[in-house]
C-alpha cells in the first residue's frame, strides 16, 4: 500500500478519533444501563449469525480446495478457518503469518503449492469484490453522498467497459504492466483451479453470504440492545468500520472499528452509551468469541495434544462444528461432485 495512503487512511482515523473525543465519552453508567436491558433472544441471533458466517467462510475454502483436487471435510475446514482468523488477528502482520499457516496446514492435507496459492488468492478476490458490492450499495443508500457515489460508480463502469469491449488486449496487458504480480497470480490460479459457471456463482454466494450473515450479526445485537435503526445505517457502520480496519493493517481491527461503528450509530442518531454497548457486544461475538474459538481450534489441530484431548474434549468441538454446518445456509446446494 502506497504511503500516502497509509498517512491519509490514519488521518480519517484519527479526526473520527477527535469526532468522539470531542463529542463526549458515553458514560460508564449509562452503558452498563444499556447493557442491562438485552433482549437475549436477539443475542442468541447474533451468535448465530456469527457461527453461520464462519462456516459459510470454511465452505467457501472447501469448495475451492476440492475443485483443484484437494480433500477437505466440512468439520475440518471450519476448524482451519477458526484456527486461521485466530492467528491472523493475534499478531501485527498477521495476514502474512495467518497465510503462511494456512499454507502450512494446507500442504499437510496434500494440496499442492499452486493449488494452495490458487485457493488463498481466489478467496481474496471472491471475499473483495462482494465486499465492495456491499460498500457500493452502503455508500448509494446514503442521500447525502449518493449523488457523487453514482456519478463515480457510472463513469468507472463505463471505463472499464469501454476498454474491455474495445480494446480487450491492450487493456489486459496494461493490467499486466501495471499490477504484474496481481495479475500473474490470477493466472496461476486459473490454471490450478478449474471452474464450471456454477462454481462460480456458488463461490460468491458464499463470499456475500459470509458478509451478510456477519452484518445480521451486528443487527441482531443492536435488536438485542433496542436500537432500532434502518438497514441502510447498520451496513454503512458495518462497511465503515471493516474497511478503515482492513485498509489499517491493525490486528482485528482493534479500535479503528469500534470508533468507526461507535461514530456511524451515533450519526444515526443512538445515544452515546447505547451505541457504546452496542459496539461492545457486536465485538465480543464477532471478535474475541471467534478468537477464543480459533484459538481452542487451534490447539486441536496440534498433531500431539489431538490424541490426549480426543477423550475428553474433542468430541465437543466436532458436535458444535457439525451442529454449525446443519444449520447454515448453504446446506441444501447439491454437492453432487464432492465427497462429505
Known amino acids: 500500500m502506497p504511503r500516502w495512503v497509509r498517512w491519509a487512511l490514519g488521518g480519517v482515523a484519527a ?97 499442492a503449492k ?98 451478510l450473515l456477519d452484518v445480521a450479526c451486528l443487527a441482531a445485537v443492536c435488536e438485542a440492545a433496542g436500537v432500532h435503526i434502518g438497514p441502510h445505517t447498520v451496513l454503512l457502520g458495518y462497511v465503515a468500520a471493516k474497511a478503515a480496519a482492513v485498509l489499517l493493517l491493525i490486528p482485528g481491527g482493534l479500535g479503528i472499528a469500534e470508533i468507526g461503528l461507535a461514530a456511524t450509530l451515533i450519526g444515526g442518531g443512538v445515544a452515546g452509551g447505547t451505541a457504546a454497548a452496542v459496539v461492545l457486544l457486536y465485538r465480543l461475538i464477532s471478535y474475541w468469541g471467534v478468537l477464543v474459538a480459533g484459538w481452542a481450534a487451534w490447539l486441536l489441530l496440534l498433531d500431539g495434544l489431538r490424541p490426549r484431548l480426543r477423550a475428553g474434549g474433542h468430541w465437543f468441538w466436532d458436535a458444535f462444528v457439525r451442529w454449525a454446518v446443519a444449520l447454515s445456509p448453504c446446506t441444501p446446494y447439491p454437492y453432487r461432485d464432492l465427497p462429505r
Open 15 to 111: 479526526g473520527l478519533v477527535v469526532s468522539v473525543v470531542r463529542s463526549g465519552l458515553p458514560d460508564p453508567d449509562e452503558v452498563w444501563h444499556a447493557m442491562g436491558g438485552l433482549n437475549v433472544g436477539w443475542l442468541s441471533v447474533a451468535v448465530l449469525a456469527q457461527i453461520l458466517s464462519m462456516g459459510t467462510f470454511a465452505r467457501l475454502i472447501r469448495r475451492l480446495l476440492i475443485l483443484g483436487g484437494a480433500h477437505l471435510t466440512v468439520p475440518r475446514a471450519v476448524a482451519l478457518t477458526y484456527a486461521r482468523n485466530a492467528v491472523t488477528n493475534s499478531f501485527p502482520a498477521g495476514q502474512v503469518v495467518g497465510i503462511a499457516y494456512t499454507t502450512r496446514q494446507f500442504a499437510r492435507l496434500g494440496a
Open 114 to 211: 499452486p493449488l494452495i496459492a490458487a485457493t488463498l488468492v481466489l478467496s481474496g478476490v471472491y471475499s473483495t469484490a462482494t465486499f465492495v458490492m456491499l460498500g457500493a450499495v452502503a455508500v448509494l443508500g446514503e442521500p447525502s453522498i449518493r449523488p457523487a457515489g453514482v456519478t463515480v460508480l457510472a463513469l468507472v463502469l463505463v471505463l472499464v467497459g469501454a476498454l474491455s469491449l474495445v480494446r480487450p488486449r491492450a487493456f489486459g496487458e496494461w493490467l499486466g504492466r501495471r499490477f504484474p504480480r496481481a495479475m500473474d497470480q490470477m493466472r496461476a490460479a486459473r490454471r490450478a483451479v478449474t471452474m464450471a459457471r456454477r462454481d462460480r456463482l456458488m463461490l460468491a454466494w458464499l463470499a456475500l453470504a459470509n458478509w
